[in-house]
């Protein structure tokens, strides 16, 4: 959740609901992060390319997927790319609107192998006709603020509990010949 100052006094309705399992749960859930926050989306821009990925270290289940850019961001395209070199589109979001910002659960939870690469395309608008662009005139690069732009794919993974996140999220040492 992200709160911006605007100089006056405001009341959150936020909740959080916690329930404790009776007994230790069989998988773990965590999130894997695909980001670049590396670029410079020129100004007048309409379609302006940035790339993210994430290498999956260990197999893990993805359940869902939430894109995650600013005003300027048009649409986001989220690709797996197989160790056996097969390739699958795994979410396609064509018209992205900040304002409906959305986390897609799949329909079944798809099993990423070790070494598969999740691959994020992202395009952005910072052109004069996009009419929720604070300033088609000004270069744009990542920031927490809403006229500043983020490209973050991310993603819901679930696990083997016994394992810790520290042990899934780091890749096996090869064995030396």
């Not at 359940?63 to 961001?73: E, N, V, Y």
């Not at 699958?88 to 910002?101: G, I, R, T």
């Not at 006229?147 to 016994?162: H, L, P, Q, T």
């Amino acid at each position: 959740m992200h709160y911006t100052t605007n100089g006056k006094v405001a009341t959150d309705q936020t909740r959080v609901g916690i329930v404790f399992a009776k007994q230790p749960p069989k998988l773990a859930i965590s999130q894997i992060i695909a980001v670049n926050g590396r670029f410079v989306i020129p100004a007048g821009a309409a379609a302006h390319e940035v790339k993210s990925r994430f290498t999956v270290p260990n197999e893990m289940t993805l359940t869902s997927l939430t894109p995650h850019m600013h005003l300027r961001g048009k649409d986001f395209e989220y690709t797996a790319k197989y160790p056996t070199g097969e390739t699958e589109v795994l979410l396609k979001v064509p018209a992205y609107d900040f304002n409906w910002q959305h986390t897609y659960v799949l329909a079944q939870p798809k099993v990423l192998p070790a070494g598969t690469v999740i691959e994020c395309v992202a395009h952005f608008d910072n052109s004069p006709n996009n009419k929720f662009n604070p300033d088609p005139a000004k270069e744009v690069r990542w920031g927490d603020q809403s006229w500043e732009e983020m490209m973050i794919g991310f993603g819901d993974v679930v696990y083997d509990a016994s394992k810790s996140e520290r042990e899934m999220f780091t890749a096996p040492k090869k064995k030396a010949d």
